[in-house]
Structures are given as C-alpha cells and as structure tokens.
C-alpha cells in the first residue's frame, strides 16, 4: 500500500499560525498547537530518514450527516502526528475480506433512526454479520459511536459493529465509547487514548506533544494521501457565527395547511465557504413565553431573570428529556405518564409523548414534580437544528438559503410551536441567528458534469434539490437533471413554483413530475409518479444516473427506495434478490444517497 506522502517542508512555529484571537477554546489551541508541532516533527524525520510509516490505520466511518466522517479525518491527522499512516474509508467501501487484510481498524459510526446504520455503512453491516463472514484473529481494532443519548438506540450501530467483530475473533485495542450530540471531547479523549496505545504496540515514533485527539475545527478531513477536500470553519456550535438574516418570506399560500418559508442568511465576514447538499445548523432560543409559563408553574418569581436567561438560551424545554421522564415516573408513580410507561410498550408511549412539552410533564406530574433546582439537571443542553442548503454558492454569492416549515399545533388551552422554525418565523426580529456549517461530503451533486441526476423531494424535500439545479445551472452542465416533487394541494403548496418553471423553460429541469396527493380521489405520491415512469427511469439509472432523495425518513424514504426496487426488479425482469444487489451496487457507486430526517 502507497505509504503517506511528506510534507513539502516543514512547518512554521505553531505561535504563528494561531492567531491570538482565533475562535478557539484553550483546550482546542493546546490540540491545534500540538497537532502542528506533530506534523513538522513528522515531516521532519521523514525527510531526514525517507522511512515510510511501520504501520497504516484504516479508519473507517459511517456516517448520516458528515459528522462521524469528519471525526475520522481527524483521527487520520492525529496519527499521522504520532508517526502512524492513516486512511479514512467508508464503512461500505469495505469487503469483508478486505477488512480480514488489515491489521489496525479504527471504526468511527453514527447511528440512524430507530438503531440503524447510516446509509454508507448498511451494506458492510450485512456482510459483516453473514454466516460466510472470514474470521478477523488478525485484526486489532476499536469503535467510537456517535448518536444522541435521547434515542433508546443510543450508539446501537457502534455497539453492533463492537460486538460483531469481537465475535469474528478481532482483539480489541480499547473499550468502545458511545459519544452524546456533544461529541468532541469524549471523541479526543478516545482518540489519544486508542493512538497511544497503538504507538506502544507498533513501535511507531510519535512526536513529541503530538495531539491527544481530535478537536472541532482542527482536524484534515480527507483519506490519507490526499489534501483536505475542504478547511474546516471556525465557526462550530461552541462558536456559531452571528449571521443577519436578510429574508423571511412565505412560499406556500396563506390558505394552505402548511407555513412553508424561505430564508436567506448573509455569510458577511465570516469566510464559510459551503457547497450545493450541505446542511446549516441554527442555533435557536426558546420562545419567552414558554419560558415564563414554566417558571410560573414552578412558582418562581418573575425577576428570576438569570434563569429566565437560562432557560431561554441553554436548556431543552420543547422536547422532554429521558432523564426528566424517569425522574416523573418515580415521584408520580400515579401520574397519567407512569401509567402508560407500566405498560412496557414503547410505541404507545413515543404516541403519549407527541407534542407535549416539559411543562406538560410536570403538570401531570401535579404536587410531585420537581422544583426548579431539581429540574435543571434534567433538562438538557438545547441543541442546534439542521436543516438542508436550498442555495448554490455560485448563484447565491455571500449568502446561504434555508426552506424551513413552521411546526405549529395546538392542544387544549395551549399552542405549540418548534423550537427553531418559530424562532426564525416570528422572533428573531434584527437579531443575529447563531449559525454554523454542516458539510455532508456524501449528498453533493456529482463532479462530473455530464451525469444525469434523479430528485426525489417532497414537501421541504426540495431543499437541496433547488441548490442543486441553480448550481447546475451557474456550472453550465450538461446533464440531464429529472425532479420529482410533491405536495398536498398545487395550488396552496407548490413552493418554488415560478423558479421551477423557469429552469424548465431554460432546459436546465429536464424532468418535472409532480404529484399533489389531495387534488384527487386516489391520493398520488412521489412514488406514484416513479411507478407511472418506470422504463425511463430505469434508463436513466441504466446511463449512469446519481438518484437522490430528501426528506422524512420514517415513510417517505422507505415507500421511494421500495418503488425503486420494484422499478428495477420490473424492468430486469431477474427477481428481487437481483433488483436488491443492482441498488446495492448504486449505492457503493454513491450514485443513490439520501439526506432523510
């Protein structure tokens, strides 16, 4: 294997290269420092011995989002520091019987939806836990999970991927760590620990105060041998950029059932460069109302103005927490809550919990619930949301676009609304929204510009799908580019209607098929439409199509991808088992990929 290119010469002292009033916590300059020390030195003595590195570490990742994918850059950055070779892969880029050829395998994986794998990791985790699997007695690994601590399946696909490769004979290098949303740090401290290790066994000559872990902002995201596809922003959840948002406008009808909104951010001075298929996250603060309702019940006083504070910019008060849950249960052992919890059955508690808030919680829990000291350790941290880049940066210079609906209901004597969409919709105001970039290497349009590209987007599925056709556009490609869109009502819920047509009309949307599931007796859908269209479709994937799909993950994903399996299997004519490898084979082609939440 090609060992790690040197360095092209040595680096500057690191005092440099951190300017003193770089976005950085003190732990992360002490990494970054570190790190770049590390390199220099291995650049160092390669130049002065021309030794390759005595052993390479396949990092491999699964990955949703881009998260786990961007952790093991930096873990293939830190070992390089610490004088190891290193190459990120995805998890199914990966055979089994490559993965019985390599001798140190570090896993870093995500888990999706009810305890699944990422999308880029599914195929692997099948052939991993086959009968014909090879034993793995060579290999020497370790796993660190990334998920979100409020899932029942906390980490599952961490922990399944730890165990099955322990039962293939594999020896462990260090115990698996499940990481929370707040990831950085634990994922650091594993990282350290794991290359330490590995220097000790290998021999290999790490550098003096190379890096202990990986650290946001600082890592090389890219597969060894290779430069950083992107630099990674300064801007982070710990850091978010204020941005101004410089547009609020309603996309769909003042009459439909939905608030669809378009909004448009001002990227100013802050250097975040993105590109068509990533996510923004926005960093919103809960509405004041809620806030002073709860501290009512509570029977806290109005001038509690730093929890008031508190609550409003760093606590989860929309979505109860499991901590907060089992703490009810054992104090209102009588409450409407612990009587659907005794029932042991998941589903008819996750239909219990829908829509209700922590202020529900604690007024079913009556004169039992906890005070307001109790309860703030149970409330946790309030989190960024996602949400998909509707833009291109080449026809949208300076600015990045978001296509957002407003999630409003009410129940009773109260109204509901989302935490972020409702923040943004009604009170932002000319404050600045915290914002920072989610870059998701695996959902871009593709490179080459004479592919053909399938969209399937519903609803705020379109997302992406806008970014990518104006990015297609500004690039002049070539391609053919087919979108399927849907929604309710034409007339109420077509969003982006005008600028569709238009690119229809400038030959840039070569394909539009649209279904609106109310506008007739038989309701019609994306997948409908997919159906109706089955031999031009499957000639396009037969011509080198890239299909994507966006959008909710719980029906519509699964309904599209059992379309398309039926497309394939009708038009091969080879059976099911066949259609299932032929979609097997476009997704390690990364020519099917979804961006689903």
Same mark, same amino acid.
């Given at each position: 294997?090609?060992?790690?290119?040197?360095?092209?010469?040595?680096?500057?002292?690191?005092?440099?290269?951190?300017?003193?009033?770089?976005?950085?916590?003190?732990?992360?300059?002490?990494?970054?420092?570190?790190?770049?020390?590390?390199?220099?030195?291995?650049?160092?003595?390669?130049?002065?011995?021309?030794?390759?590195?005595?052993?390479?570490?396949?990092?491999?990742?699964?990955?949703?989002?881009?998260?786990?994918?961007?952790?093991?850059?930096?873990?293939?950055?830190?070992?390089?520091?610490?004088?190891?070779?290193?190459?990120?892969?995805?998890?199914?880029?990966?055979?089994?019987?490559?993965?019985?050829?390599?001798?140190?395998?570090?896993?870093?994986?995500?888990?999706?939806?009810?305890?699944?794998?990422?999308?880029?990791?599914?195929?692997?985790?099948?052939?991993?836990?086959?009968?014909?699997?090879?034993?793995?007695?060579?290999?020497?690994?370790?796993?660190?999970?990334?998920?979100?601590?409020?899932?029942?399946?906390?980490?599952?696909?961490?922990?399944?991927?730890?165990?099955?490769?322990?039962?293939?004979?594999?020896?462990?290098?260090?115990?698996?760590?499940?990481?929370?949303?707040?990831?950085?740090?634990?994922?650091?401290?594993?990282?350290?620990?794991? %290359?330490?290790?590995?220097?000790?066994?290998?021999?290999?000559?790490?550098?003096?105060?190379?890096?202990?872990?990986?650290?946001?902002?600082?890592?090389?995201?890219?597969?060894?041998?290779?430069?950083?596809?992107?630099?990674?922003?300064?801007?982070?959840?710990?850091?978010?950029?204020?941005?101004?948002?410089?547009?609020?406008? %309603?996309?769909?009808?003042?009459?439909?059932?939905?608030?669809?909104?378009?909004?448009?951010?001002?990227?100013?001075?802050?250097?975040?460069?993105?590109?068509?298929?990533?996510?923004?996250?926005?960093?919103?603060?809960?509405?004041?109302?809620?806030?002073?309702?709860?501290?009512?019940?509570?029977?806290?006083?109005?001038?509690?103005?730093?929890?008031?504070?508190?609550?409003?910019?760093?606590?989860?008060?929309?979505?109860?927490?499991?901590?907060?849950?089992?703490?009810?249960?054992?104090?209102?052992?009588?409450?409407?809550?612990?009587?659907?919890?005794?029932?042991?059955?998941?589903?008819?508690?996750?239909?219990?919990?829908?829509?209700?808030?922590?202020?529900?919680?604690?007024?079913?829990?009556?004169?039992?619930?906890?005070?307001?000291?109790?309860?703030?350790?149970?409330?946790?941290?309030?989190?960024?949301?996602?949400?998909?880049?509707?833009?291109?940066?080449?026809?949208?210079?300076?600015?990045?676009?978001?296509?957002?609906?407003?999630?409003?209901?009410?129940?009773?004597?109260?109204?509901?609304?989302?935490?972020?969409?409702?923040?943004?919709?009604?009170?932002?105001?000319?404050?600045?929204?915290?914002?920072?970039?989610?870059?998701?290497?695996?959902?871009?349009?593709?490179?080459?510009?004479?592919?053909?590209?399938?969209?399937?987007?519903?609803?705020?599925?379109?997302?992406?799908?806008?970014?990518?056709?104006?990015?297609?556009?500004?690039?002049?490609?070539?391609?053919?580019?087919?979108?399927?869109?849907?929604?309710?009502?034409?007339?109420?819920?077509?969003?982006?209607?005008?600028?569709?047509?238009?690119?229809?009309?400038?030959?840039?949307?070569?394909?539009?098929?649209?279904?609106?599931?109310?506008?007739?007796?038989?309701?019609?859908?994306?997948?409908?439409?997919?159906?109706?269209?089955?031999?031009?479709?499957?000639?396009?994937?037969?011509?080198?199509?890239?299909?994507?799909?966006?959008?909710?993950?719980?029906?519509?994903?699964?309904?599209?991808?059992?379309?398309?399996?039926?497309?394939?299997?009708?038009?091969?004519?080879?059976?099911?088992?066949?259609?299932?490898?032929? %979609?097997?084979?476009?997704?390690?082609?990364?020519?099917?990929?979804?961006?689903?939440?």
């Amino acid at each position: 294997m090609p060992p790690t290119p040197p360095l092209p010469m040595p680096l500057p002292p690191t005092g440099s290269l951190i300017p003193a009033d770089a976005p950085f916590s003190a732990a992360q300059e002490a990494w970054l420092a570190g790190f770049i020390a590390g390199v220099a030195a291995a650049g160092r003595r390669g130049d002065a011995a021309g030794d390759a590195p005595a052993v390479t570490i396949d990092v491999l990742f699964g990955t949703q989002t881009g998260n786990a994918e961007f952790v093991a850059g930096d873990v293939v950055a830190a070992a390089r520091a610490h004088g190891l070779g290193g190459r990120a892969t995805a998890l199914d880029a990966v055979t089994p019987e490559q993965l019985a050829a390599m001798s140190h395998v570090l896993v870093v994986v995500s888990t999706y939806g009810e305890g699944e794998m990422p999308d880029n990791a599914g195929l692997f985790w099948e052939a991993l836990q086959s009968d014909t699997a090879p034993r793995l007695e060579g290999l020497r690994y370790a796993v660190l999970g990334l998920g979100d601590r409020g899932y029942d399946d906390f980490c599952q696909a961490a922990k399944l991927i730890d165990t099955r490769l322990e039962q293939l004979g594999a020896g462990r290098l260090h115990d698996r760590v499940d990481c929370d949303v707040d990831y950085e740090e634990p994922a650091a401290e594993w990282t350290g620990a794991v %290359l330490e290790r590995l220097v000790a066994e290998t021999g290999a000559r790490g550098a003096a105060g190379a890096g202990a872990g990986v650290s946001a902002g600082a890592g090389a995201g890219a597969a060894a041998g290779q430069a950083p596809a992107r630099p990674r922003s300064p801007w982070n959840k710990r850091t978010p950029y204020p941005s101004r948002l410089t547009e609020n406008r %309603l996309l769909s009808s003042p009459h439909s059932a939905k608030e669809i909104r378009h909004y448009e951010f001002d990227l100013g001075d802050s250097g975040i460069t993105y590109e068509a298929g990533d996510a923004l996250a926005v960093v919103p603060l809960n509405d004041e109302t809620l806030v002073g309702d709860l501290l009512t019940h509570l029977g806290e006083s109005g001038d509690q103005e730093e929890v008031a504070e508190l609550l409003r910019t760093e606590r989860e008060i929309r979505t109860p927490s499991k901590e907060l849950i089992a703490d009810l249960v054992e104090r209102a052992p009588s409450s409407e809550l612990a009587s659907v919890v005794a029932h042991g059955d998941r589903s008819d508690l996750d239909s219990w919990l829908w829509g209700r808030d922590v202020l529900d919680l604690l007024r079913d829990a009556g004169p039992k619930a906890p005070r307001l000291d109790e309860l703030l350790p149970l409330l946790r941290p309030l989190q960024a949301r996602q949400y998909s880049i509707s833009s291109s940066p080449l026809a949208h210079p300076g600015s990045v676009h978001l296509t957002i609906a407003s999630v409003r209901y009410g129940s009773g004597e109260r109204t509901y609304g989302g935490v972020a969409s409702t923040y943004l919709a009604d009170r932002i105001g000319e404050s600045p929204a915290g914002i920072y970039l989610q870059p998701n290497a695996s959902f871009g349009i593709p490179s080459d510009d004479d592919s053909p590209v399938i969209m399937i987007g519903p609803g705020t599925g379109i997302a992406p799908f806008r970014g990518f056709l104006h990015e297609r556009a500004a690039r002049g490609a070539s391609g053919r580019n087919w979108l399927f869109y849907g929604d309710r009502h034409r007339e109420t819920d077509f969003v982006y209607e005008d600028e569709l047509t238009r690119l229809r009309e400038q030959g840039v949307l070569t394909e539009l098929d649209l279904a609106f599931s109310r506008d007739q007796a038989e309701k019609v859908y994306v997948q409908t439409r997919m159906r109706e269209r089955s031999r031009e479709l499957y000639a396009w994937l037969e011509e080198g199509a890239h299909v994507y799909v966006c959008g909710d993950a719980s029906r519509m994903a699964k309904d599209v991808e059992t379309a398309l399996l039926g497309v394939i299997a009708g038009q091969r004519g080879r059976g099911d088992d066949d259609a299932a490898e032929y %979609l097997a084979d476009l997704r390690r082609a990364k020519r099917y990929v979804r961006d689903v939440y």
